[in-house]
């Protein structure tokens, strides 16, 4: 781990997790150093479930980002400060695919202890291990004003991961 950060438990996070997923966003990356993607997200939760400190992420099965979720066992969740917003907007709108975000953005990805990746950048990392998933299902959505969000049928994979490590910038 970058001496750079600390470790601290989920619940000392400083933050409140409405704004810094909704209004500052994070950067969701799985796979490996050799091998990843990331992608923005502004939508996201964390909380406890089934005894667990969890964060979940939500994944449309067209994104990139998708297939290393799938493969992976354990994927992060990174924030930063409002300096690297531009950076965050070109990784939500530009697909690993056929773009280098990394250079692209300057952003510096490292090796997690577990073999995840995150950035030198970030201010907070939440790295998971994945312990479920489920998809939206059409049938499901009781305010059909959200289904309508989907004209595609494109809906999102909810990921539910147990938080292994929390790490903030010293």
């Not at 933050?15 to 502004?42: K, P, Y």
């Not at 909380?47 to 400190?53: A, D, F, Q, T, V």
Request: hydrophobic letters at 35%; a negative charge.
């Amino acid at each position: 781990m970058i001496r750079r950060f600390k470790e601290i438990k989920p619940e000392q996070m400083q933050r409140n997790v409405f704004q810094i997923i909704a209004n500052e966003w994070m950067l969701v990356t799985a796979g490996d150093i050799t091998d990843f993607n990331t992608m923005t997200a502004s939508w996201g939760t964390m909380g406890e479930l089934w005894h667990r400190k969890v964060a979940m992420c939500f994944v449309r099965p067209q994104r990139y980002t998708y297939q290393f979720m799938e493969k992976s066992d354990f994927f992060t969740l990174s924030f930063f400060d409002p300096e690297y917003q531009e950076a965050l907007d070109f990784c939500g709108q530009n697909s690993g695919r056929d773009t280098d975000k990394m250079k692209a953005t300057g952003l510096i990805p490292f090796e997690t202890d577990s073999g995840s990746v995150s950035f030198e950048q970030a201010r907070l990392i939440i790295e998971c291990r994945k312990i479920y998933i489920d998809d939206f299902k059409p049938e499901n959505f009781l305010d059909r004003a959200l289904h309508d969000g989907y004209p595609k049928k494109d809906y999102h994979r909810l990921y539910i991961g147990k938080i292994e490590h929390c790490w903030v910038q010293q």
